[in-house]
């Protein structure tokens, strides 16, 4: 938990790595801390920002500082977002450079007198399904370069429908050809939910989300022992656009003080971090870390 204004330094600090290093892991730091530490950061309306966005509790606004009803995060959390377009395109020795993936179209001057448009159609990270539309301005020979995250075990890469080669995660997938006006890549990442344990807690992510329990989902205490199914870590959860929040997971929980191998799982309900509890109401609560029932047979 730190203040907003360290997100946005945090953010900074790995694009100048980033541009520096040519180095994916800094890309996935950013947008790690976007979608999760950014967003969580603004009210759900759009009016406010917070100072700091803990793993569990509420979320409210920060204290005025220096006499005027603003403090150094609501200044500083909107040049964060500003940071955002000039992380997810990029060109670098000559190659044109997608490092984030969302909605969105840029025109990009990748050399002088070649200026390419490049169109991203997707819904992702409610999917992994990403198409991209590239337009040159002429056909011309150029590389495009595609960050694979390292949370991606499995990604797929086609160029007009042909399959790439070689695409491994925590790397750019680098594609070097003659491209023409229209042509379409697409890119499919692993969107496999993860089971995160730590000192007897556990916590569920999928892609760059993290996920929390969040009190309006009225399935439950946020605070109250379960034991989360999981196969090695993968959890098989369904994940769909929420009602109050930008994505929801619906994923099977055994809710009891005890365990037992053979009970019945219930249903447990939770929401990508940025919108847990964006109302900003003291009636509602969150949780990210949530504490695992105690299985005293194997206790020494």
């Known amino acids: 938990m730190m203040e907003t204004c360290v997100t946005f330094t945090w953010m900074q600090f790995c694009n100048r790595l980033l541009e520096v290093t040519d180095n994916t892991e800094y890309a996935d730091c950013v947008e790690h801390t976007l979608y999760n530490a950014l967003f969580a950061a603004m009210k759900g309306d759009g009016t406010n920002i917070a100072k700091y966005t803990p793993l569990q509790g509420f979320r409210h606004e920060g204290e005025d500082q220096c006499g005027v009803h603003i403090n150094c995060c609501n200044a500083n959390g909107p040049r964060a977002f500003a940071l955002i377009p000039h992380v997810a ?63 991606s075990s499995h990604t797929e890469v086609s160029v007009n429908g042909q399959p790439v080669d070689g695409v491994a995660k925590g790397t750019y997938c680098s594609i070097e050809r003659t491209w023409q006006p229209g042509d379409v890549v697409t890119v499919d990442f692993d969107m496999t939910c993860h089971l995160v344990q730590l000192n007897n807690m556990q916590a569920v992510t999928r892609g760059p989300i993290v996920f929390a329990r969040d009190s309006r989902f009225h399935d439950g205490s946020v605070d ?19 009602t109050f929040s930008w994505l929801q997971l ?20 939770l929401c990508d971090f940025a919108s847990a509890c964006n109302d900003w109401s003291l009636d509602t609560r969150y949780r990210v870390w949530l504490p695992k029932t105690l299985d005293v047979q194997t206790m020494e």
């Open 250 to 269: 619906t994923l099977p929980a055994q809710k009891s003080i005890f365990t037992h191998p053979f009970s019945s799982p219930q249903e447990v309900h």
């Open 89 to 151: 395109y990029q060109t670098r020795k000559g190659a044109a450079i997608v490092n984030l993936y969302g909605p969105s179209t840029a025109d990009i001057a990748l050399r002088k007198g070649l200026d390419v448009r490049l169109s991203q159609t997707t819904d992702y990270p409610l999917s992994g399904h990403v198409s991209l539309r590239v337009d040159p301005q002429r056909a011309a020979a150029f590389t495009l370069k595609l960050r694979i995250p390292g949370w």
């Open 224 to 242: 109250e022992v379960v034991v989360i199914r999981h196969n090695n870590g993968t959890v098989q959860a369904q994940c769909a656009p929420g």
